[in-house]
T-cell receptor, first 116, second 116 residues
């Protein structure tokens, strides 16, 4: 079974440009999460999808970030326009919905974004 | 709001030596606690978790952790470290989101170096 995949693995862009990150969750996982780690800091929650619906986007830093999950499968996270402080590693995770309180989150390898 | 503190940014141990990585958390209720490991180029991998019950939990790769409520700690231990354990380790506390799903709050991570 394939794990969570993310594309690209690295992206280097200039300030003001647009970047789109993609996450493919494990097949059948309804829950999809985005997290971000700015260098030297903790990994922070950005948002949570259940299928195609955003359930919690309390961690999104500002309106330059747009996440979508069309059809409830893969998800994209667009940053437009990118700023220097957006540099970091963006992780995606997915989990099943087993009707229990905690469903293990499986993480992708992350996308390292560098904004110059 | 929950928070996690990992006071050690870097730790170096000799192969075969014992290891203890410290983690302190802040959470209002009985916490869900986790340790994850990230090796270069890999996603975050779950080492072990604590939900309730026995306060000493066993995980993969020979790791264990002990939940101490009085100290708000969940330290990770391994009796004998192998060179392949060199990686970054993250402690996390979990919360259940009101709309369903779960959210992880991470510490800043501890980078482990193993000397041969």
């Amino acid at each position: 079974e394939a794990g969570v995949t993310q594309f690209p693995s690295h992206s280097v862009i200039e300030k003001g440009q647009t970047v789109t990150l993609r996450c493919d969750p494990i097949s059948g996982h309804d829950n999809l999460y985005w997290y971000r780690r700015v260098m030297g800091k903790e990994i922070k929650f950005l948002l949570h999808f259940v299928k195609e619906s955003k359930q919690d986007e309390s961690g999104m830093p500002n309106n330059r970030f747009l996440a979508e999950r069309t059809g409830g499968t893969y998800s994209t996270l667009k940053v437009q326009p990118a700023e220097l402080e957006d540099s970091g590693v963006y992780f995606c995770a997915s989990s099943q919905d087993l009707g229990i309180s905690w469903n293990e989150q499986f993480f992708g390898p992350g996308t390292r974004l560098t904004v110059l | 709001a929950q928070s996690v503190t990992q006071p050690d940014i870097h730790i170096t141990v000799s192969e075969g030596a014992s290891l203890e990585l410290r983690c302190n958390y802040s959470y209002g209720a009985t916490p869900y606690l986790f340790w994850y490991v990230q090796s270069p180029g890999q996603g975050l991998q779950l080492l072990l978790k604590y939900f309730s019950g026995d306060t000493l939990v066993q995980g993969i790769k020979g790791f264990e952790a002990e939940f101490k409520r009085s100290q708000s700690s969940f330290n990770l231990r391994k009796p004998s470290v192998h060179w392949s354990d060199a990686a970054e380790y993250f402690c996390a506390v979990g919360a259940i989101l009101t709309g369903g799903g779960n959210k992880l709050t991470f510490g800043t991570g501890t980078q482990l170096k193993v000397e041969l």
